[in-house]
């Protein structure tokens, strides 16, 4: 499998993904917003683009669709109950569904609702997987649950799902906020070494050549991960009286999505 991550250089500061076969050239395009660059991306590589997946059905996700599709006549995919939403979709993914690309690439359409309630990630069938989460997981952060989505939902995505991955699956999110998540890290985890390692490290990081996290990489720095955490739960507790003295994980990562909504 490769993969092409796409720095759009946006003000939402999207992360677009080319997913090629390397026998047949055959490539998926994942949230391509920017389509011009992922067809730049794909005619500099020598990639034929068959196939465009949206992770969900938000504008900064399904933008580019419709000139990609009348520039390669690729078919779109996204969650089954997202068609009413996205036009021109053709075929819709339900949990368990595979995507093949070209010959020997093969990804695995994960359910995973939070974020709004029609998204998909995607995982791919390799010796280190990869996970195309979209909106769901972000480097060092969770998605929000703003336009459709709920934060029960999100929260049974992370420990039913994301958290059951391999350690070193690779995550490709969906938009780079790295920085920004670390520091709520830090602000909800002041003693986090390895956060605050990776937050010196990466002052001034360029996005075109942005630092992709592995599963227990964000099990150290993720605060969504860390909802056992005695000092994420001591600083919680600080800032809402009525969460118990021996808080549930669920009710640890409700209270964190709270707060971080107006972080």
């Not at 997913?19 to 660059?37: Q, Y």
């Not at 997946?53 to 669709?65: F, K, M, S, V, Y």
């Not at 010796?127 to 336009?147: E, I, S």
């Not at 920085?179 to 985890?189: H, P, S």
Request: net charge negative; aromatic share 6%.
């Amino acid at each position: 499998m490769l993969v092409e991550q796409i720095w759009t250089g946006n003000a939402y500061r999207n992360f677009n993904y080319l997913i090629a076969c390397p026998e047949t050239g055959e490539a998926l395009a994942v949230d391509p917003l920017d389509h011009r660059k992922c067809l730049a991306a794909a005619e500099r590589r020598g990639w034929q683009i068959t196939q465009i997946l949206n992770t969900h059905e938000h504008g900064d996700h399904t933008g580019g669709n419709r000139p990609m599709k009348a520039a390669t006549g690729a078919r779109i995919l996204a969650h089954a109950n997202a068609g009413s939403r996205i036009p021109e979709m053709d075929q819709g993914l339900q949990a368990g569904d595979l995507v093949q690309v070209g010959r020997t690439v093969t990804l695995r359409a994960l359910d995973t609702p939070g974020h709004t309630m029609s998204h998909i990630c995607l995982l791919s069938e390799t010796d280190q997987p990869g996970l195309f989460c979209g909106d769901t997981l972000f480097n060092a952060g969770a998605g929000n649950c703003h336009n459709g989505g709920h934060p029960d939902e999100l929260y049974q995505t992370f420990v039913e799902q994301l958290d059951r991955l391999p350690e070193h699956t690779l995550i490709y999110p969906g938009h780079d906020y790295i920085v920004n998540n670390l520091g709520f890290t830090l602000d909800r985890e002041p003693d986090n070494q390895r956060a605050e390692q990776l937050m010196q490290q990466l002052e001034g990081q360029d996005p075109d050549q942005a630092l992709v996290t592995t599963l227990a990489l964000e099990r150290e720095i993720n605060t969504f991960f860390r909802l056992r955490s005695p000092t994420v739960i001591a600083r919680l507790q600080q800032e809402f009286s009525d969460l118990p003295a021996d808080p549930t994980p669920r009710e640890v990562f409700l209270k964190l999505r709270e707060l971080r909504n107006s972080w």
